[in-house]
């Protein structure tokens, strides 16, 4: 049985989070597996803000770049993901939308392509003959509208390019600014031999245990990155948490030595707000969607970890017309000691320096 400080200090070692920060941005891809990308920017775009976090100021944005550039990393479903791991995912793409009896969400999307494959056709055609392009350049020769309550309906040719990307058709190839430049997946992708799919589902979740450390056995359906593991590794109960979970065992019995850290809102060790609860019980929500007099912390108020404990929250503003990171208030959700106050505030001189913006402090 593990104390919740085990499994705390599991899933932050395994998050690259404690106090032995990695050297190289590739080694911290291929540990997380992934970097989430998200158009928020209020500080610094997530995948930057996630890299720094455990990099540091030696972290350059332009890293991630030529990374991406020279095919080191590719996106994929709007994660940045080390390209040899596109080979885990070959199988499936060839399967969707999946074996077996669908769900109906599943089935929606199967018999919308179907209505669609004239479009799909000639999008593949243009992208043969003149990729990589935008999507607005694109033919949008669909028959049936793609529908929703929400800002993707009738954005036919975007939402037929993702589901084009689940079945291995075309992938983005790079951006122009935050725009997305789409191609033919057999020119992008790399020419690896494809992991049969039940092997390929096995690793991927042998990867998601050592990038989290500690996580469920099951969970609710993601349509992107599952939240839990399947039945890989060992099992274990935490003692106070409901359920049995999986550890890496290549965690256990390992010395802890902690840090101060800023997270970004889209961080791994927190982006399942349930395991955050359970482990961290930690009170947090991304309030960038409430309406201003109702968020308890800020527009994107970055988590704060100290050691194995998230003990607050900075409510800060990258203010680059102005040249400043403001930072309108620190969150407690513990005293901070003197020591804490020290440590985190260098994380916030830091993140400051990093963005090459004066630091503008409450008060």
Not at 218 to 231: H, L, S
Not at 350 to 363: F, I, Q, T, V
Request: include cysteine; aromatic fraction near 6%; hydrophobic fraction near 40%.
């Amino acid at each position: 049985m593990l104390s919740r400080i085990d499994a705390r200090r599991i899933a932050v070692r395994a998050q690259l989070l404690d106090a032995s920060r990695p050297a190289e941005l590739l080694d911290v891809v291929r540990q997380l597996s992934l970097l989430q990308i998200d158009p928020t920017a209020a500080v610094a775009p997530n995948a930057d803000l996630v890299a720094w976090s455990r990099l540091g100021s030696s972290y350059k944005p332009a890293q991630l770049d030529a990374a991406l550039a020279d095919g080191t990393l590719l996106e994929l479903r709007a994660m940045i993901r080390p390209s040899e791991d596109l080979a885990l995912y070959r199988a499936e793409m060839a399967e969707w939308p999946g074996r077996g009896e669908l769900s109906p969400w599943r089935e929606h999307r199967r018999d919308w392509v179907r209505a669609n494959d004239a479009c799909r056709l000639d999008i593949l055609e243009r992208l043969e003959s003149s990729g990589p392009l935008p999507s607005r350049d694109l033919p949008d020769t669909c028959w049936v509208p793609w529908k929703s309550s929400g800002w993707t309906n009738n954005r036919n040719v975007t939402q037929l390019l993702e589901l084009m990307v689940q079945r291995g058709e075309v992938a983005v190839a790079g951006r122009r600014g935050a725009e997305r430049l789409w191609d033919l997946a057999t020119r992008v992708y790399p020419d690896d031999p494809v992991v049969p799919a039940e092997e390929a589902l096995r690793v991927r979740n042998e990867k998601r245990l050592r990038s989290l450390g500690i996580a469920r056995a099951q969970g609710p359906e993601c349509p992107v990155e599952p939240e839990d593991v399947g039945e890989v590794s060992e099992p274990a109960v935490i003692e106070g948490v409901r359920g049995t979970w999986r550890v890496d065992p290549a965690q256990l019995g390992q010395p802890f030595a902690g840090r101060a850290a800023l997270l970004s809102p889209f961080d791994r060790l927190i982006h399942d707000r349930k395991r955050m609860v359970e482990l961290f019980e930690f009170d947090y929500q991304l309030e960038m969607y409430k309406p201003a007099a109702k968020r308890r912390w800020g527009y994107f108020a970055l988590p704060v970890l100290y050691g194995d404990r998230l003990v607050g929250k900075v409510d800060a503003t990258a203010d680059r017309a102005a040249g400043v990171l403001r930072v309108d208030a620190i969150h407690q959700d513990v005293p901070f000691t003197k020591t804490m106050n020290a440590a985190i505030g260098r994380e916030i001189k830091d993140l400051a320096r990093w963005l090459e913006l004066e630091l503008r402090l409450p008060g």
